[in-house]
């Protein structure tokens, strides 16, 4: 009994520091630069790595930039990568604003003409995902290709308590204890210790305001992929981790079904954050797609 509870202090060590490394690698090797620009009078924080056809991440709900650490390096090497704070989010201005998805959209296209990119690869997990392909419905002619990484977008399913949605803002360590399992596949990502890590960042980040705009905008129906997906003809491959507690895999087949011509990657033992669960198979996954012709 004892053996195996070594072997397991042993494993989430060295679960530890595998992505302590990772993220140096990362770091080190993309050395991103990170810049500002103004869009409608606002400050947007943004990184930006590599060079080549453009490629932009866009963070889902709660994020930043930094979600990507572990992305960044491996596209570097191939395209030029942007990666915004999207307005309301990490070092981003934070106007106490009625944000909603069209919101996001309107400013990544204000963010693109600020930065001359006329055409780009957009990649996009969880609300990420969802400002992605209302983008590429929008103005399909400056999409390339599309990534979805476990959007969100679809309307909830009917009987759906959606007061629910706003236990995606917990400042309590049991709403964060919910939270975590719902997000992370790994037990690790789930510890005590990270739940206290947890909370003290949602604290740090300043952005509680902002989600829960997002969240009664959503509650309210507004913006929502059911009548907008079929519109999109970019090539698109889709990435879902089979755990996902928070957008399910089935909203991933869905995807697949309604974009014409979409290929479906689905990556086992991994929650709602494939490309840092699980990020040398996203990185992987998203090259190949990239890359081809």
Request: aromatic share 8%; hydrophobic share 45%.
């Amino acid at each position: 009994m004892n053996s195996m509870l070594n072997v397991r202090r042993l494993l989430c060590v060295a679960l530890v520091l595998a992505a302590a490394s990772l993220s140096a690698l990362a770091s080190q090797a993309s050395a991103p630069v990170v810049k500002e620009t103004v869009v409608f009078g606002q400050k947007i924080t943004y990184a930006e790595a590599g060079s080549g056809p453009t490629v932009i991440l866009l963070h889902g709900l709660g994020g930043s930039w930094q979600a990507w650490q572990l992305n960044i390096a491996p596209l570097a090497e191939k395209f030029h990568v942007v990666v915004p704070d999207q307005i309301g989010f990490g070092k981003s201005d934070k106007p106490l604003a009625n944000y909603r998805i069209r919101t996001y959209v309107d400013f990544l296209d204000q963010f693109c003409k600020q930065l001359k990119i006329e055409r780009a690869s957009l990649v996009g997990n969880s609300m990420g995902g969802w400002v992605a392909a209302m983008f590429a419905a929008s103005f399909p002619d400056r999409v390339d290709k599309l990534v979805l990484v476990d959007a969100g977008g679809y309307a909830p399913p009917k009987g759906f308590d959606t007061r629910a949605y706003y236990g995606l803002n917990p400042t309590t360590r049991e709403g964060m204890k919910v939270l975590l399992a719902r997000v992370f596949y790994n037990k690790f990502l789930q510890s005590e210790a990270m739940v206290d890590q947890s909370i003290a960042a949602r604290l740090a980040a300043g952005d509680g305001y902002t989600i829960n705009s997002i969240t009664e905008s959503i509650i309210r129906g507004e913006d929502l992929l059911d009548d907008v997906v079929k519109t999109i003809k970019r090539p698109t491959l889709i990435i879902w981790g089979r755990q996902d507690g928070l957008v399910p895999l089935a909203d991933g087949e869905r995807f697949n079904r309604e974009i014409a011509g979409s290929k479906l990657v689905v990556i086992d033992q991994c929650g709602h954050v494939p490309n840092f669960e699980k990020a040398a198979e996203f990185n992987a996954a998203t090259l190949k797609f990239l890359t081809e012709q």
